[in-house]
């Protein structure tokens, strides 16, 4: 039995991110951002926003500010950044790896996304990827304020759902959000090790 079968073996409800773990939008954030921070009159690296993938809007700003020593008109950039993104949208790709774990648990057992993006960029990416039928419950950073590695998107998750916190598996894909369900008391597995055994 490998990992994840055992892990969603003693698993009641599962937890997913989106981005860059069920829809590869990594890259489409890197243009979306550069587009967002350009109001600035500075340039951004692709790299230097990979580096930071997974931030949730405003500590990205807060880096963005300090690496470039601007100040940001923050709702202009976050306008240009979201329409920069859903302009592209229709270009993006679920995992499948990843979003096939969630079709097969589908009507199993309950299931969440519970992301650090915007709700309006959340839900278009799954609609756009038709994989929002999927989920019962769907959580970002507008419904708790406070993002990952914080545990509070996934603690809301849990609630949602009506599972205890101690029984949901979470799907996620950095450093930080890895963090967050352990300080949610949850079990994780990073989608790079599902992505390997693909």
């Not at 550069?34 to 993938?53: D, I, Q, V």
């Not at 609630?159 to 369900?181: F, I, W, Y």
Request: glycine share 8%; hydrophobic share 50%.
């Amino acid at each position: 039995m490998s990992t994840l079968q055992a892990l969603l073996a003693d698993a009641r409800a599962v937890n997913f991110d989106c981005d860059g773990t069920l829809v590869d939008t990594l890259p489409l954030y890197a243009r979306a951002w550069a587009a967002g921070f350009r109001s600035s009159g500075k340039a951004t690296p692709a790299e230097w926003y990979l580096a930071r993938a997974g931030m949730s809007e405003y500590v990205l700003m807060d880096a963005f500010e300090t690496y470039a020593g601007v100040t940001l008109r923050r709702d202009e950039v976050v306008q240009l950044m979201r329409a920069a993104f859903l302009d592209e949208l229709h270009a993006r790709r679920e995992i499948g790896a990843v979003a096939a774990i969630a079709r097969e648990n589908h009507g199993r057992r309950p299931l969440a996304v519970a992301s650090g993006g915007s709700r309006a960029i959340v839900t278009a990416t799954l609609r756009a990827t038709g994989l929002l039928p999927l989920f019962d419950v769907v959580v970002t950073l507008d419904d708790v304020g406070r993002a990952k590695p914080e545990p509070d998107l996934f603690l809301e998750a849990a609630r949602r759902l009506g599972v205890p916190a101690g029984q949901c598996l979470v799907l996620e894909n950095s450093r930080e959000d890895l963090e967050a369900a352990n300080r949610a008391g949850m079990r994780s597995i990073d989608v790079a090790e599902i992505l390997a055994s693909a």
